[in-house]
Structure formats: C-alpha cells, structure tokens
C-alpha cells in the first residue's frame, strides 16, 4: 500500500455553517473518516496546515504548502492537498513552479458543495484525488475535480457554482475517472528529484483593460509594482486614445527594469501581440514578455517565481519563455531571440 499525505487548508470542501454562513471547520482527519473507501486504497496521514476559505490566502500560504511537501517528500508516495476552489488554480500554477519535476503526484482538490451536505461533490472528489495520487503514472501538481485531471498550470476556475467547476485551458485534460477508475492520456515530464523554489518577489499587479480606461491606474500600478500583467483585449495590444500615454507608461517602467508581461483576457488560445499594430509596436521591448498561451494565473505564479531567483532581464526573459510543466506551447522561438 502507498503512503499518502493528506494536507488540509480548507475551503468549501471543509466547511459548516457557522452562525449565518460557511467557514471551514473540519480538519483532514474528518474529512478522511467520512469517505471509508480511502482507507482501502492507501495508508494516509494528515496535516492540517490551516483552515481558510481560499478567498483569504496569500503567497504566504503556498510557501507554506510548499514547505510541507519539501520537507516530507522523501516520507510519502503522494500528496494530496484540500483546498477551497476559489483560489485552487492560483495555488495550482503557484506549486507547479515552486515544486518543479515532481515524479510524485500532488493532488489538489475540493468541492463546490461542503462533505456533510446531503448533495455532495466532496466525497467523490477526495477519493478520485487519492487514487490519483497512489497511481504509478501521475506525477507532478494537478487538481483533480469533477471526474478530471487538470494540469496545475493549466486550470481555471470557469464556473462559480456547478461542480464541473475546473476547465483545462488551452491544453487537454491529463486524465478522467469514472467510478473509482482512472484513463489517463497524458504523463506530464517529470525528474528523478524535484526542485523546490519558496523565493517569491510578490510585488506583482495584474490589470484587466476596458474600454476608455484611465491610464492612471496603470502608472499607478507601473510605478509601485516589479512586474505588471495586462490582460488586453483579443490576441493584444495597447489603446491609443489620440495619444500614446499606455506605450510611454510601459516604455517608461521597463526603463526602471521592471517587466511587463502583456496576456489577454480571452480565456482560449491565448496572445499574438505581433498580429496589429496596437501589439506589434511593444514587440522587441526587452522587458516586455508575452503569455501566449499560458493562463493568467501561471503568468502571474511564473514570474514571481522567476523575480524571486532573479533580476537579470535577459535570465527574466529566458525563464518566462521556458516551458514548466507544460505551461506555455507556443512561444515563436522567443526564447531563442
Ligand atoms: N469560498 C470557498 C473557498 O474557496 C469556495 C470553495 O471552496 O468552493 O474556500
């Protein structure tokens, strides 16, 4: 029998109603004893790290989740981490690069609906995620959800309340389970030892254009922050608005050595700055990056992950380009530039 560790942060998953609302209450332990099925798949042994509703976590807390695996990766087989689903993906992309190459599986998961409701999708979920992490083909950080296996860079959050809540973007799910049994397509690259990486520069902004926006609020954000992801329209680019006020603010911040890294708000097939004019003029700007098809939430873990270890733009650019766990695929050659 495998030897799994059940981390537990909370979220919905380990939630009661708590005077006129949900707040997470149970710890791993109890969550384990009301799903007996696990117990005949593999021995288990529970942390609870903490008890938060995912809407109140941090990079604090992925550093911490981070930590816990680092330090008992050579005691277990797997790894599986309950975790609220608002911020899951967050945490997702953050551990796919914090922990790199694991040939062991790291499983987050949790449910739309709490275990102790009379509907439920936390049971299903917590069984699906341990047989996930005691299979001989999974490795690395994936969310298991709804019956499917979704690369820790590549989730999203899509729907707020259905438990089909977890989408794979711009790549296929990895695998799918139906009662009890995995199919599995796809094993991710994985190495003999993982690498872990628990620096994180975290002063990072993320602004999502609209129409006629005040070019204020990304100075704002230019002047305060190391990096800045813009989340333009369509395959990307930068408004004119009879002046050119956004290119002199991004002009100006990679002056100061900061990044931009321009990505769309899109959800499917990612950026193409090179396509219009409004893209193409910040094409050859050093410290200006693209997500291509990468999703918001890794450009965001990928580059505090890079700050963290390095200034160096050249290196910021090399690493940001470089594929991690099958998070960007189409990249023009940038990095070869
Ligand atoms: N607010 C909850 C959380 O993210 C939602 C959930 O777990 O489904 O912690």
Known sequence: MKNI????????????????????????????????????????????????DSTSMTPAHWVKITQ?????????????????????AYTAAALSYMIRGSKKPVILTGAQKPIGFDSTDSKINLLDAFTCACSDDMCG???VFNGRVIL????????????????????????????????????????????????????VGLIKMIPGMDFE??????????????????????PSYGDDKFLEIVINAIGKGKVIIMTTQVQNEGSDLAVYNVGHRLKGWRNVLEAYDMTTESALAKIMCILGQTRDSDEIRRAFYEPVAHDILYHCGEQNE
Do not use: W
């Open 141 to 143: 950080v994936n969310i």
């Open 5 to 52: 560790l059940m981390i537990g942060t909370g979220g919905t998953i380990a939630s009661q109603i708590s005077g006129d609302a949900l707040s997470p209450q149970l710890s791993p332990d109890e969550l384990l004893a009301l799903v007996p099925a696990i117990s005949k798949l593999c021995r288990v042994e529970c942390v609870s790290l903490f008890n938060v």
């Open 152 to 203: 820790g860079t590549r989730a999203r959050k899509t729907r707020s309340k259905s438990y089909a809540a977890f989408s794979s973007i711009n790549y296929p799910y990895i695998a799918t389970l139906q009662d009890g049994v995995l199919m599995q397509y796809i094993k991710p690259e994985s190495s003999e030892r993982p690498e872990f990486f628990t620096e994180l520069d975290t002063n």
């Open 68 to 88: 816990c695996v680092k330090d008992n990766y050579d005691k277990y087989d797997g790894f599986v981490i309950s975790h609220g689903t608002d911020t899951m």
């Open 217 to 238: 609020l990304l100075q704002f954000l230019a002047e305060r922050k190391d990096a800045v992801i813009i989340e333009a329209f369509g395959v990307g680019g930068l």
